[in-house]
């Protein structure tokens, strides 16, 4: 039962427009949301999070927004750089654990 | 600081060896856990541990034990390896205030192939 579902497994954008990634989840008892980034080879590194009180969260280039009523967030990158190309996970913490995503393979193009 | 490490970077097993993944933090963290990642499947929990002392299972544990002797350390045991058990692994380590995990820092990882 796959409570976190990212269903995009990659995307594909030109550099300077926008890559928008998408994530559904299942359980409403989720409180805190988080988008990691990962290189080949190396671990996941966390991009940024929002809270489930709030519905928009900026840094920078990258900004999350969550729909609470349709249990779905998305992680926006304006613009998109080509070092932005890497693996894009979606987290969702509950009680003691977090709730990973099978990720989405974002390709930038120069 | 060296954030979490993890060692081997690489190891190929036979099918019923044993072998321990070490993980380590240096950042004072409570809260520590392992992960496998498979192609389509994403990050599956395995373990986890909120403190020195407790660990649980998580959503894959068959197969693997942990302990948690020291808030730095929290190595995971393959009590006898099968193909099944070819992975990337990460352990990963995060600051906890009461039961709220916040951000996970991950080690590099740890490429097992299980013949």
């Known amino acids: 039962d796959q409570q976190v579902k990212q269903n995009s497994p990659s995307l594909s954008v030109q550099e300077g427009r926008i890559s928008i990634l998408n994530c559904d989840y299942t359980n409403s008892m989720f409180d805190y949301f988080l988008w990691y980034k990962k290189y080949p080879a190396e671990g996941p590194t966390f991009l940024i999070s929002i809270s489930s009180i709030k519905d928009k969260n900026e840094d920078g280039r990258f900004t999350v927004f969550l729909n609470k009523s349709a249990k779905h967030l998305s992680l926006h990158i304006v613009p998109s750089q080509p070092g932005d190309s890497a693996v894009y996970f979606c987290?969702?913490?509950?009680?003691?654990?977090?709730?990973f995503g099978t990720g989405t393979k974002l390709q930038v193009i120069p | 600081n060296a954030g979490v490490t993890q060692t081997p970077k690489f190891q190929v097993l036979k099918t019923g060896q044993s072998m321990t993944l070490q993980c380590a933090q240096d950042?004072?963290?409570?809260?520590m856990s392992w992960y496998r990642q498979d192609p389509g499947m994403g990050l599956r929990l395995i373990h986890y541990?909120?403190?020195?002392?407790?660990?649980d299972q998580g959503e894959v544990p068959n197969g693997y034990n942990v302990s948690r002797s020291t808030t730095e350390d929290f190595p995971l045991r393959l009590l006898s390896a099968a193909p099944s058990q070819t992975s990337v692994y990460f352990c990963a380590s995060s600051y906890s205030a009461g039961l709220a995990i916040n951000e996970q820092f991950f080690g590099p990882g740890t490429r097992l192939t299980v013949l």
């Open positions: 950042m004072n963290h409570e809260y």
């Open positions: 541990s909120v403190g020195a002392g407790i660990t």
């Open positions: 987290a969702a913490r509950g009680y003691q654990k977090v709730t």
